[in-house]
Nanobody, 123 residues
Framework: QVQLVESGGGSVQAGGSLRLSCAAF????????MGWFRQAPGKEREGVAK???????SYANSVKGRFTISKDNAKNTLYLQMNSLKPEDTAMYYC?????????????????WGQGTQVTVSS
Protein backbone atom coordinates (compact mmCIF):
# COMPACT_ATOMS: atom_id res chain seq x y z
CA GLN A 1 0.00 0.00 0.00
CA VAL A 2 1.45 3.31 -1.11
CA GLN A 3 1.75 5.87 1.66
CA LEU A 4 3.36 9.30 1.75
CA VAL A 5 3.91 11.05 5.07
CA GLU A 6 5.03 14.68 5.20
CA SER A 7 6.67 16.41 8.13
CA GLY A 8 8.67 19.53 8.89
CA GLY A 9 6.12 22.25 8.44
CA GLY A 10 5.68 25.05 10.93
CA SER A 11 5.62 28.77 11.48
CA VAL A 12 8.57 30.96 10.59
CA GLN A 13 9.27 34.63 10.03
CA ALA A 14 9.94 36.00 6.59
CA GLY A 15 13.50 35.31 5.54
CA GLY A 16 13.65 32.12 7.54
CA SER A 17 14.08 28.52 6.45
CA LEU A 18 12.29 25.21 6.80
CA ARG A 19 12.99 21.72 5.51
CA LEU A 20 10.09 19.50 4.64
CA SER A 21 10.40 15.74 4.50
CA CYS A 22 8.22 13.12 2.88
CA ALA A 23 8.66 9.49 3.84
CA ALA A 24 7.46 7.04 1.21
CA PHE A 25 6.20 3.52 1.81
CA UNK A 26 4.86 0.67 -0.25
CA UNK A 27 6.73 1.03 -3.54
CA UNK A 28 10.24 1.27 -4.96
CA UNK A 29 10.90 4.94 -4.24
CA UNK A 30 13.90 5.35 -6.55
CA UNK A 31 11.98 4.34 -9.67
CA UNK A 32 9.55 7.22 -9.84
CA UNK A 33 9.04 10.93 -10.14
CA MET A 34 8.25 12.80 -6.93
CA GLY A 35 6.92 16.29 -6.45
CA TRP A 36 6.03 18.97 -3.96
CA PHE A 37 2.83 20.95 -4.35
CA ARG A 38 1.14 23.62 -2.26
CA GLN A 39 -2.27 25.10 -1.81
CA ALA A 40 -3.09 28.33 -0.05
CA PRO A 41 -6.61 29.10 1.21
CA GLY A 42 -8.82 30.23 -1.63
CA LYS A 43 -6.21 29.40 -4.26
CA GLU A 44 -5.65 26.54 -6.64
CA ARG A 45 -3.04 23.93 -5.96
CA GLU A 46 0.27 24.70 -7.63
CA GLY A 47 3.34 22.69 -8.37
CA VAL A 48 6.42 23.78 -6.44
CA ALA A 49 9.15 21.38 -7.52
CA LYS A 50 9.64 17.89 -8.89
CA UNK A 51 12.47 15.43 -9.15
CA UNK A 52 12.69 12.57 -11.61
CA UNK A 53 14.00 9.10 -10.96
CA UNK A 54 17.41 10.11 -12.33
CA UNK A 55 17.54 13.21 -10.13
CA UNK A 56 16.61 15.86 -12.67
CA UNK A 57 14.79 18.73 -11.00
CA SER A 58 12.47 21.54 -11.99
CA TYR A 59 10.93 24.39 -10.05
CA ALA A 60 8.13 26.87 -10.21
CA ASN A 61 9.41 30.32 -11.09
CA SER A 62 8.17 31.67 -7.79
CA VAL A 63 10.57 29.45 -5.80
CA LYS A 64 13.60 29.19 -8.08
CA GLY A 65 16.78 30.07 -6.26
CA ARG A 66 15.09 29.74 -2.85
CA PHE A 67 13.83 26.15 -2.69
CA THR A 68 15.73 22.93 -3.33
CA ILE A 69 14.15 19.54 -3.88
CA SER A 70 16.19 16.43 -3.17
CA LYS A 71 15.75 12.81 -2.29
CA ASP A 72 17.52 10.04 -0.45
CA ASN A 73 16.74 6.76 -2.17
CA ALA A 74 18.32 4.74 0.63
CA LYS A 75 15.90 6.33 3.10
CA ASN A 76 12.90 6.46 0.74
CA THR A 77 12.57 10.12 1.63
CA LEU A 78 11.91 13.27 -0.37
CA TYR A 79 12.97 16.70 0.88
CA LEU A 80 12.20 20.32 0.20
CA GLN A 81 14.67 22.83 1.59
CA MET A 82 12.98 26.22 1.71
CA ASN A 83 15.12 29.31 2.25
CA SER A 84 14.35 33.03 2.17
CA LEU A 85 10.73 32.28 2.90
CA LYS A 86 8.12 34.89 2.08
CA PRO A 87 4.59 35.38 3.42
CA GLU A 88 3.27 34.33 0.02
CA ASP A 89 4.83 30.90 0.57
CA THR A 90 2.23 30.27 3.27
CA ALA A 91 0.25 27.17 2.26
CA MET A 92 -0.38 23.53 2.91
CA TYR A 93 2.44 21.60 1.28
CA TYR A 94 1.91 18.15 -0.16
CA CYS A 95 4.28 15.58 -1.55
CA UNK A 96 3.11 13.38 -4.37
CA UNK A 97 4.28 10.44 -6.42
CA UNK A 98 3.77 9.58 -10.09
CA UNK A 99 4.01 5.81 -10.20
CA UNK A 100 4.52 5.48 -13.93
CA UNK A 101 8.15 4.78 -14.71
CA UNK A 102 9.91 7.21 -16.98
CA UNK A 103 7.34 9.95 -16.63
CA UNK A 104 7.74 13.24 -14.77
CA UNK A 105 5.35 15.76 -16.18
CA UNK A 106 2.43 17.64 -14.78
CA UNK A 107 0.55 17.61 -11.50
CA UNK A 108 -2.30 15.69 -13.08
CA UNK A 109 -0.03 12.65 -13.43
CA UNK A 110 0.64 12.45 -9.70
CA UNK A 111 -1.75 9.84 -8.40
CA UNK A 112 -0.58 9.43 -4.83
CA TRP A 113 -0.58 12.20 -2.25
CA GLY A 114 0.37 12.75 1.34
CA GLN A 115 -1.83 14.39 3.94
CA GLY A 116 0.05 17.69 3.82
CA THR A 117 2.06 19.79 6.22
CA GLN A 118 1.29 23.44 6.97
CA VAL A 119 3.84 26.17 6.34
CA THR A 120 3.09 29.63 7.69
CA VAL A 121 5.39 32.58 7.03
CA SER A 122 4.79 35.80 8.92
CA SER A 123 6.01 39.21 7.88
Amino acid sequence: QVQLVESGGGSVQAGGSLRLSCAAFGYTFSYYCMGWFRQAPGKEREGVAKISSDGSTSYANSVKGRFTISKDNAKNTLYLQMNSLKPEDTAMYYCAADLVRGRCRSGADFGYWGQGTQVTVSS
